[in-house]
Antibody
Framework: QVQLVESGGGLVKPGGSLRLSCAAS????????MSWIRQAPGKGLEWVSYISSSGSTIYYADSVKGRFTISRDNAKNSLYLQMNSLRAEDTAVYYCARVWQLARTEYFDLWGRGTLVTVSS | SYVLTQPPSVSVAPGQTARITCGGN??????VHWYQQKPGQAPVLVVYDDSDRPSGIPERFSGSNSGNTATLTISRVEAGDEADYYC????????????FGTGTKVTVL
């Protein structure tokens, strides 16, 4: 079954850290670029970070640059997001998503169910 | 960075047609993708590359893109189509390549 399953969310105090994981199954994980996308309560979708299939190319949204680190372990079919110096505005559901690449565009063809991160004292 | 603007809400009666717009500077030169998100669920891709449908998505969902506006059209709207819809583009010239629209809540009357 083709799926992505996130884990690692929870309640953390401002300034704290959290590591999210995303387990992939049912497809050749190492063939795909992957992303993290988040959604604050009652708000829209916000792209957070992206990593190429080999891990050699990484991008971050300005809102998380310098605080979050994306990584992957292709041997374990897993994607990660290390989140440091967390702020209240980082409170959101975090989705792991597979990137599908066409000749002139990219989009997200497979999403996990998400994991909730709450930053509060 | 590139900005995509959607109307906050669209209301439509069952059986009628809903049109959701996504505005962006010369968006017609880009490829637009659309996602449906029902309450408490993850987004689902309903249209990609302006007008193509993934396997399993009803033909009632269609897309178009020209000039400064892309449009997702839902024909013969059903109660189950009530959801939030987001457009998305890939901006190859940016190191923030994935841009989402502001989202539109579709309400079936």
């Amino acid at each position: 079954q083709v799926q992505l399953v996130e884990s690692g969310g929870g309640l953390v105090k401002p300034g704290g850290s959290l590591r999210l994981s995303c387990a992939a199954s049912g497809f050749t994980f190492s063939d795909y670029y992957m992303s993290w996308i988040r959604q604050a309560p009652g708000k829209g979708l916000e792209w957070v970070s992206y990593i190429s299939s080999s891990g050699s190319t990484i991008y971050y949204a300005d809102s998380v640059k310098g605080r979050f680190t994306i990584s992957r372990d292709n041997a374990k079919n897993s994607l990660y997001l290390q989140m440091n110096s967390l702020r209240a505005e980082d409170t959101a559901v975090y989705y792991c998503a597979r990137v599908w690449q066409l000749a002139r565009t990219e989009y997200f063809d497979l999403w996990g169910r998400g994991t909730l991160v709450t930053v509060s004292s | 960075s590139y900005v995509l603007t959607q109307p906050p809400s669209v209301s439509v009666a069952p059986g009628q047609t809903a049109r959701i717009t996504c505005g962006g500077n010369n968006i017609g030169s880009k490829s637009v993708h659309w996602y449906q998100q029902k309450p408490g669920q993850a987004p689902v891709l309903v249209v990609y590359d302006d007008s193509d449908r993934p396997s399993g998505i009803p033909e009632r969902f269609s897309g178009s893109n020209s000039g400064n506006t892309a449009t997702l059209t839902i024909s013969r709207v059903e109660a189950g189509d009530e959801a939030d819809y987001y457009c998305q583009v890939w901006d190859s010239s940016s190191d923030h390549p994935y841009v989402f629209g502001t989202g539109t809540k579709v309400t079936v009357l």
